[in-house]
């Protein structure tokens, strides 16, 4: 065997060995990290929902806490605490876990790392919604969460339909979804300025918020996102087959486009429940699955999951922030998400070698 | 010689590009190649054949059976199709590639990994040799490994016929072989029908049993390859001017070099 023969083996064994290596610690890193945020997630969030339970404008020490849960008589503390607070931090969860999840999916079913809530219809219809129910129909402002949530899903099937000729390929969905997009948020913004005189009492909602939400909208809520959040079940599989790609997955016996429908509407349905009681809070279904994906991968199984407990922690911690900042003004949580996220978003754009490549 | 597949008068208009009429039939437990210049409808019929598109006319039977009376979970353990390597898979390891192939026999709640699957992707991973790499991560290995772990999920899903969408391109001449010889010896143990795209003339002369040309969308011959493979079917399929020599059972392709391009 000659030198070079030598030299070129030694290479290649050598080029062999370090992948190996490096596999060996992308496998290790991979199990750690799961780990870790599997123990880390629940405890920050409830860290967090305690935080938001005791901070804001008035301040309330831990023991007092115990003795509102304990003893249960009726004080100022109890009041806060259990009227405007605890509902709040429940609702922010549930908002919170809804659009990540929502976000989740529609990244991975639409292939496009950009794919959030908003690109389906869902902010646009509900958005439209909630302006003509509120400002041409204000006597039936109560039913504002329910018309938003049917705008919403509405939107996104109209979405669907536009997008479809022998199957609905995920560039035509976002590319539908950016054209209708601009046409209600044409409408929403005609409405406004026709309705200029109505319009003060839809902004906090269009900014998106959880100021004053309760027990009320809670109850509202709960069951569409707990159903939703539940049959995320039913998507894991699915979702992880299509990440192989269309073919791949048809070719293991899948119904590609019935699966993706499916999923789509369950996004929505995610969305819709979140915009119908906090209004337009954007950026957490974009960044919270993107930081996790970056984490522990894209295996459903865990992003799932994952991006609903991440997804709950953020927008509580966002919102208690935005109450106590500026203190005694409250910031709507949907601007300070977006102060927040866009930043991050550029800097995992930046970043080398992530989601995006 | 049993067929495997069977299509009979398979036409397709999409743009400026057509197949027209095609009929062929595919022998069962054979190594079938499907060769033309680009653009001459290899790929398309490889998606037609196994269901991923839908052709203006025509019939496809497998196994006797209209392909059309099959139900999608039937199909999918009847035969699957390896793509060309163009999609970015999930970052995962081999092991849990490979057993997405057992997806076409599951339930929604069931794992991918069950302990009757595990029989079957240990055999599969030792029929395309990545036994020792099956804890590594997919993007970690070498080309030609990376193909034979792709090749090892279209094997778990344990049809009776798969086709290969030129498994051999991107592959250095090494790996090319490594893959043609493993592709040969499954063939050869296991009896599975094999249909593969190839570019490499000689290389599909020298493995497969049949050699399927298909030019501007037509079917231009069909045969044993050792048989087809003359002088006259380069220049009427490929419209270039060469001879063929074989060295023992290998055919080797000599082109006409204009005496402009060089050399000495």
Same mark, same amino acid.
């Given at each position: 065997m000659s030198n070079t023969d030598l030299q070129q083996k030694a290479h290649r064994v050598l080029k062999q060995l370090r992948n190996s290596q490096q596999s060996q610690t992308d496998l290790r890193q991979r199990a750690r990290r799961r780990l870790m945020l599997a123990i880390l997630l629940p405890v920050l969030l409830v860290l967090v929902s305690l935080y938001g339970i005791l901070h804001g404008a008035v301040s309330i020490p831990l023991q007092e806490l115990f003795s509102v849960w304990l003893h249960g008589q009726p004080s100022v503390y109890r009041t806060i605490v259990m009227d405007l607070r605890v509902p709040r931090v429940l609702v922010g969860l549930l908002v919170g876990a809804c659009l990540a999840a929502s976000g989740a999916l529609l990244q991975g079913v639409m292939k496009n790392p950009l794919a959030d809530p908003g690109i389906i219809g869902v902010s646009a219809g509900g958005g439209m919604a909630a302006m003509i129910t509120m400002v041409m129909l204000p006597q039936f402002s109560y039913l504002l969460p329910i018309s938003a949530f049917a705008g919403s899903f509405t939107t996104a099937i109209v979405i669907y339909m536009m997008a479809w000729e022998r199957g609905?390929?995920?560039?035509?969905?976002?590319?539908?979804?950016?054209?209708?997009?601009?046409?209600?948020?044409?409408?929403?913004?005609?409405?406004?300025?026709?309705?200029?005189?109505?319009?003060?009492?839809?902004?906090?909602?269009?900014?998106?918020?959880?100021?004053?939400?309760?027990?009320?909208?809670?109850?509202?809520?709960?069951?569409?996102?707990?159903?939703?959040?539940?049959?995320?079940?039913?998507?894991?599989?699915?979702?992880?087959?299509?990440?192989?790609?269309?073919?791949?997955?048809?070719?293991?016996?899948?119904?590609?486009?019935?699966?993706?429908?499916?999923?789509?509407?369950?996004?929505?349905?995610?969305?819709?429940?979140?915009?119908?009681?906090?209004?337009?809070?954007?950026?957490?279904?974009?960044?919270?699955?993107?930081?996790?994906?970056?984490l522990i991968g894209e295996d459903y199984r865990f992003l799932l999951p994952f991006s609903m407990l991440g997804g709950g922690t953020l927008v509580v911690f966002a919102d208690t922030v935005a109450r106590s900042w500026l203190d005694p003004i409250e910031l709507p949580v949907g601007i300070l998400l977006a102060v927040l996220g866009a930043p991050f978003f550029l800097y995992l754009l930046k970043r080398k070698g992530t989601v995006l490549s | 010689m049993t067929t495997a597949i069977e299509a009979s008068g398979i036409c397709l208009s999409r743009g400026h590009f057509r197949l027209e009429d095609i009929d062929l039939s595919i022998p069962k437990g054979k190594l079938t190649a499907i060769v033309g210049p680009n653009g001459s409808g290899k790929s398309?019929?490889?998606?037609?054949?196994?269901?991923?598109?839908?052709?203006?006319?025509?019939?496809?039977?497998?196994?006797?059976?209209?392909?059309?009376?099959?139900?999608?979970?039937?199909?999918?353990?009847?035969i699957t199709m390896l793509?060309?390597?163009?999609?970015?898979?999930?970052?995962?390891?081999?092991?849990?590639?490979?057993?997405?192939?057992?997806?076409?026999?599951?339930? %929604?709640?069931?794992?991918?990994? =069950?302990?009757?699957?595990?029989? !079957? #992707?240990?055999?599969?991973? *030792?029929?395309?040799?990545?036994?020792?790499?099956?804890?590594?991560?997919?993007?970690?290995?070498?080309?030609?490994?990376?193909?034979?772990?792709?090749?090892?999920?279209?094997?778990?899903?344990?049809?009776?016929?798969?086709?290969?969408?030129?498994?051999?391109?991107?592959?250095?001449?090494?790996?090319?072989?490594?893959?043609?010889?493993?592709?040969? %010896?499954?063939?050869?143990?296991? =009896?599975?029908?094999?249909?593969? !795209? #190839?570019?490499?003339?000689? *290389?599909?002369?020298?493995?497969?049993?049949?050699?399927?040309?298909?030019?501007?969308?037509?079917?231009?011959?069909?045969?044993?390859?050792?048989?087809?493979?003359?002088?006259?079917?380069?220049?009427?399929?490929?419209?270039?001017?060469?001879?063929?020599?074989?060295?023992?059972?290998?055919?080797?392709?000599?082109?006409?070099?204009?005496?402009?391009?060089?050399?000495?």
């Open positions: 609905a390929s995920p560039v035509k969905i976002v590319l539908a979804g950016v054209a209708v997009n601009a046409l209600l948020g044409a409408f929403t913004n005609g409405i406004m300025v026709i309705f200029s005189d109505r319009v003060q009492a839809v902004l906090p909602w269009l900014s998106g918020g959880l100021n004053g939400r309760s027990w009320h909208h809670l109850e509202f809520m709960a069951p569409y996102a707990i159903i939703g959040l539940l049959l995320c079940l039913f998507a894991i599989q699915p979702a992880n087959l299509l990440l192989l790609g269309d073919d791949s997955a048809r070719l293991l016996g899948q119904r590609v486009e019935l699966q993706r429908f499916m999923i789509i509407m369950l996004a929505a349905l995610l969305a819709g429940t979140a915009v119908s009681v906090a209004g337009l809070v954007g950026f957490v279904g974009l960044v919270v699955p993107h930081m996790i994906r970056l | 398309t019929l490889l998606r037609i054949l196994v269901r991923l598109l839908q052709p203006d006319q025509g019939q496809i039977s497998v196994h006797g059976k209209s392909a059309d009376r099959y139900s999608l979970r039937e199909w999918s353990h009847t793509p060309q390597l163009k999609e970015s898979l999930p970052q995962l390891t081999v092991r849990e590639l490979v057993a997405y192939g057992r997806a076409p026999y599951k339930k %929604r709640f069931q794992p991918l990994q =069950g302990a009757e699957d595990r029989d !079957v #992707l240990e055999q599969v991973m *030792q029929w395309t040799g990545i036994s020792m790499y099956s804890e590594r991560m997919f993007h970690t290995l070498s080309g030609g490994e990376q193909q034979r772990a792709r090749i090892a999920m279209a094997l778990a899903q344990q049809t009776d016929i798969v086709l290969l969408d030129e498994p051999t391109t991107f592959l250095d001449i090494a790996h090319q072989f490594e893959v043609m010889d493993m592709l040969h %010896r499954i063939n050869r143990e296991t =009896g599975l029908t094999i249909v593969m !795209v #190839l570019h490499d003339l000689q *290389q599909a002369a020298a493995y497969c049993d049949v050699m399927i040309a298909l030019r501007q969308g037509r079917l231009a011959a069909c045969g044993h390859p050792l048989e087809l493979l003359t002088d006259d079917f380069i220049r009427d399929i490929y419209g270039m001017n060469a001879t063929i020599q074989f060295q023992g059972r290998y055919p080797v392709i000599v082109p006409e070099i204009p005496h402009h391009s060089g050399g000495r």
